[in-house]
């Protein structure tokens, strides 16, 4: 079991995790900014529910490593801040703006009227337009199926999720669908980038297209037009319906799959399905301009907050695709190793894993590991 877990992180690097390799329209600071200075600082949003325990649990982790990150930490408000519209304030994302990388956990919108998504928030102040979710078996951790090996890539911030919606006349509503040849170009981009230097052999552009003929079009024409710019990296189009199917059947018939924004939303939780869920599913969203704001995706399970019982596992390897970012590979390598680790063995796992540990235990083994 050892060696297979060795075998994986060796090639974790390659084709696993999110990497500082952009393509040439974004800015390559991080890199520089981690030479330059002793302490990398990053912005933490601990989040809701459970998420301030598991964020505790990536800062110990973080600490035993000697990892190189100060934290700036910032929490959810309890006033609509005027300027965002939301519970998550200007100066909150201005610290992800200066600061170039940061941690998520869960955030869960407060109920109310006249603010927007905490999630939605973020994506669109800070223009993340693609969420990267490597989506691979873990070792010793077994589920229905063996050797998953996926990278989701969802466009982050248009088609159904662009929140233009109205009611025409009572009992009509309508909602409008947005797909632009900028967005579409730019996630595609990223997407064959991503193949090319994470040794990826294909690129699968998901869509329904032969139903919404003008917006998953435009998507496919924009996808078509990268792929000939990658002719190293197979190329093909599958309906939405279909590539469930096919996932289902058979995840090993996928390699990398870059979508719009509601496909991707869909995809990628049945991908973290296949691996044992949302709990064990690394995040990273990019931006323009160098910015990495890697997340918790799942959800702030309010009825186990504050009972020591949450599992880390998403935020610590969703906090080693940061490190990947900043090109700390050692210091992802040695965390990763370490958490994958503590799953394999089974002696230390938290109720969802089938285990009775609590939080602290399984981040003490984590870190005993280290």
Known sequence: MASQIMRRLARSRGNGFFSSANPSFLDQSLSSAASESNLIRATLFPGDGIGPEIAESVKEVFRVADVPIEWEEHFVGTDIDPRTQSFLTWESLESVRQNKVGLKGPMATPIGKGHRSLNLTLRKELNLYANVRPCYSLPGYKTKYDNVDLITIRENTEGEYSGLEHQVVKGVVESLKIITRQ????????????????????????????????????????????????????????????CCMMLVKNPALFDVLVMPNLYGDIISDLCAGLIGGLGLTPSCNIGEGGIALAEAVHGSAPDIAGKNLANPTALLLSAVTMLRHLDFHDKADKIQDAVLKTIAEGKYRTGDLGGNSTTTDFTKAICDHL
């Open 183 to 242: 967005a579409s170009l730019r996630v595609a981009e990223y997407a064959f980038y991503y193949a090319k230097t994470h040794g990826r052999e294909r690129v699968s552009a998901i869509h329904k297209a032969n139903i919404m003929q003008k917006t998953d079009g435009l998507f496919l024409k924009c996808c078509r037009e990268v792929a000939g710019k990658y002719p190293e990296i197979k190329y093909e189009e599958v309906v939405i319906d279909n």
